[in-house]
T-cell receptor, first 115, second 113 residues
Framework: NAGVTQTPKFQVLKTGQSMTLQCAQD?????MSWYRQDPGMGLRLIHY???????DQGEVPNGYNVSRSTTEDFPLRLLSAAPSQTSVYFC??????????????FGEGSRLTVL | GQQLNQSPQSMFIQEGEDVSMNCTSS?????WLWYKQDPGEGPVLLIA?????ELTSNGRLTAQFGITRKDSFLNISASIPSDVGIYFC?????????????FGQGTILTVHP
């Protein structure tokens, strides 16, 4: 049962470098999203997608790009990393009940450090 | 944006004790959810609430959707060591907030055997 798979689990970048966090789900979920988790702040929505070819911004989208070319994959791109992007990133997809239920499945997270 | 205030921020309890945590919001939500996060893992859904006043149980866990739709609480009875983790409340406003959750800051629970 793979569920939501994120890679890499850990990454260290220098300021200004670019990278892509990968997210794949095998549950045929239409809805996928990216959150970042920072101490004392809970999880905050970065970008989300309601289906292939459709993406939209969440609460904290600046500095991040996304695309959704297939139902399964939803990569998150950092074009020019900044220390403020040091965080743990979680990808999530909706349950069969649909995103209206809020019942999201989360990946294990990707811990990013920007020096 | 919407804000959720979750309290307490942390709890240290003895095994067997009951635990209570709550969330309040400045705005209305159509759905309240409670998630648990184990170390090094992503959050996992514990309980989902869809109607104001709804009281729902899942084993030793009980959660309620406040009548005003601006608050929710989670109770854990007879805590055990595996209850350790971070508990998050989350709300979904509905309508144009399709699929978008607002999370509380989290409650870190430590259970001493």
């Amino acid at each position: 049962n793979a569920g939501v798979t994120q890679t890499p689990k850990f990454q260290v970048l220098k300021t200004g470098q670019s990278m892509t966090l990968q997210c794949a789900q095998d549950m045929n979920h239409e809805y996928m999203s990216w959150y970042r988790q920072d101490p004392g702040m809970g999880l905050r929505l970065i970008h989300y997608s309601v289906g292939a070819g459709i993406t939209d911004q969440g609460e904290v989208p600046n500095g991040y790009n996304v695309s959704r070319s297939t139902t399964e994959d939803f990569p998150l791109r950092l074009l020019s990393a900044a220390p403020s992007q040091t965080s743990v990133y979680f990808c999530a997809s909706s349950s069969p009940g649909g995103p209206d239920t809020g019942e999201l499945f989360f990946g294990e997270g990707s811990r990013l450090t920007v020096l | 944006g919407q804000q959720l205030n979750q309290s307490p921020q942390s709890m240290f309890i003895q095994e067997g004790e009951d635990v209570s945590m709550n969330c309040t919001s400045s705005s209305i939500f159509n759905t309240w959810l409670w998630y648990k996060q184990d170390p090094g893992e992503g959050p996992v859904l514990l309980i989902a609430l869809y109607k104001a006043g709804e009281l729902t149980s899942n084993g030793r866990l009980t959660a309620q959707f406040g009548i005003t739709r601006k608050d929710s609480f989670l109770n854990i009875s007879a805590s055990i060591p595996s209850d350790v983790g971070i508990y998050f409340c989350a709300g979904q406003a509905g309508g144009t907030s399709y699929g978008k959750l607002t999370f509380g800051q989290g409650t870190i629970l430590t259970v001493h055997p």
